[in-house]
């Protein structure tokens, strides 16, 4: 089945412990990009990766880093998570110029 | 900068009418428009995506057509049911660089 996983499903860390969500897809999809969405402020893109070895910041990359060393894989580095980083946070994956699917959500808390 | 805005933020319709969500945005450079749906604590499901060189797509009860040059997008459900209550979320690609930019969404109640 072609999809997009996310794990893990709920996170709850504290202040300056380092996390890593992970995002896997099995479509061979190029595009890969993770979101944060927050009440009354929408979905919003964090990084997003063109190909393997090629990652572009999105509108809020502050506090979060992103690698893309294989095609399937690209997880999301909390180095030093801090309670505005509380989200439910998307990874997505396409081809170029394609529809975008989405993982199921990770809804990270940090105290 | 691309700025997405959606109206109306809410709508709360009865059961059988059709209606038409719509999505505006400020930067008409871009590669295509993708319309989603969420239900409430769940990820996006995928309705209709335009690309930039087509007027509309049709799946089923729902219709999107794009007007690029006046940055409008809109969508038409016909005879709504209630299980299409959901928030339905609008999105933009961007040429330049490539990014992804989400309207605030319209949040949909059809009333049995």
């Known amino acids: 089945e072609a999809q997009v996983t996310q794990n893990p499903r709920y996170l709850i860390t504290v202040t300056g412990k380092k996390l890593t969500v992970t995002c896997s897809q099995n479509m061979n999809h190029e595009y890969m990009s993770w979101y944060r969405q927050d009440p009354g402020l929408g979905l919003r893109q964090i990084y997003y990766?063109?190909?393997?070895?090629?990652?572009d910041k999105g509108d809020v990359p502050e506090g979060y880093k992103v690698s893309r060393k294989e095609k399937r894989n690209f997880p999301l580095i909390l180095e030093s998570p801090s309670p505005n980083q509380t989200s439910l946070y998307f990874c997505a994956s396409s081809p170029i110029n394609s529809p975008l699917h989405f993982g199921n959500g990770t809804r990270l808390t940090v105290t | 900068k691309q700025e997405v805005t959606q109206i109306p933020a809410a709508l709360s319709v009865p059961e059988g009418e059709n209606l038409v969500l719509n999505c505006s945005f400020t930067?008409?450079?871009?590669?295509?428009l993708q319309w989603f749906r969420q239900d409430p604590g769940k990820g996006l499901t995928s309705l209709l995506l335009?690309?930039?060189?087509?007027r509309e797509q049709t799946s089923g009860r729902l219709n999107a057509s794009l007007d690029k040059s006046s940055g409008r997008s809109t969508l038409y459900i016909a005879a709504s049911q209630p299980g299409d209550s959901a928030t339905y979320l609008c999105?933009?690609?961007?040429?330049?660089?490539?990014?992804?930019?989400f309207g605030p969404g319209t949040s949909l109640s059809v009333i049995p």
């Open positions: 335009i690309q930039s060189s087509q």
């Open positions: 930067d008409s450079a871009i590669y295509n």
């Open positions: 990766s063109m190909n393997v070895e090629v990652t």
């Open positions: 999105a933009v690609r961007q040429t330049s660089y490539d990014k992804v930019i």
